[in-house]
């Protein structure tokens, strides 16, 4: 059997962010969030014995942990980059409708985890 799927996500995160300061210009950002995340617009094809298209659409409940270094790009610590690793575990059993001809997907499962590099660019806004 052969799948292609497309799926989108959008969640709504919260949870505790730490700062360790490393030197003056560069920190250890540790953080753990949770939240609520959205699947929609996902589409599976799949062929073989049967073939079709499924709609899935979901939610639940997700997750990441990870650790980003902080450098500062200038001496008024304005500018910032972060480089990181982060482990996300979210796994959504999406409702499947429409299109799916002849199989059954009740179990099916679409999963997000696994681990994520971050690359991130901060500009401060009226730090004062």
């Given at each position: 059997?052969?799948?292609?799927?497309?799926?989108n996500?959008?969640?709504?995160?919260?949870g505790p962010?730490?700062?360790?300061?490393?030197?003056?210009?560069?920190?250890?950002?540790?953080?753990?969030?949770?939240?609520y995340?959205?699947?929609f617009?996902?589409?599976?094809?799949?062929?073989?014995?049967?073939?079709?298209?499924?709609y899935l659409?979901?939610?639940?409940?997700?997750g990441?942990?990870?650790?980003?270094?902080e450098?500062?790009?200038?001496?008024?610590?304005?500018?910032?980059?972060d480089?990181?690793?982060?482990?996300?575990?979210?796994?959504?059993?999406p409702?499947?409708?429409?299109g799916?001809?002849?199989?059954?997907?009740?179990?099916?499962?679409?999963?997000?985890?696994?681990f994520?590099?971050?690359?991130?660019?901060r500009?401060?806004v009226?730090?004062?």
């Amino acid at each position: 059997m052969l799948f292609r799927s497309e799926q989108n996500t959008v969640g709504l995160l919260a949870g505790p962010r730490f700062l360790l300061p490393v030197t003056d210009g560069v920190n250890l950002d540790l953080y753990v969030q949770g939240g609520y995340y959205f699947l929609f617009g996902g589409v599976t094809n799949f062929s073989g014995n049967h073939s079709g298209t499924a709609y899935l659409d979901g939610s639940d409940f997700g997750g990441q942990a990870g650790l980003d270094v902080e450098a500062f790009l200038d001496d008024e610590k304005t500018w910032a980059l972060d480089l990181g690793v982060a482990y996300r575990r979210l796994v959504v059993n999406p409702t499947v409708h429409g299109g799916a001809s002849g199989y059954s997907l009740p179990g099916y499962q679409v999963d997000f985890s696994g681990f994520k590099s971050v690359l991130g660019f901060r500009f401060y806004v009226d730090k004062d």
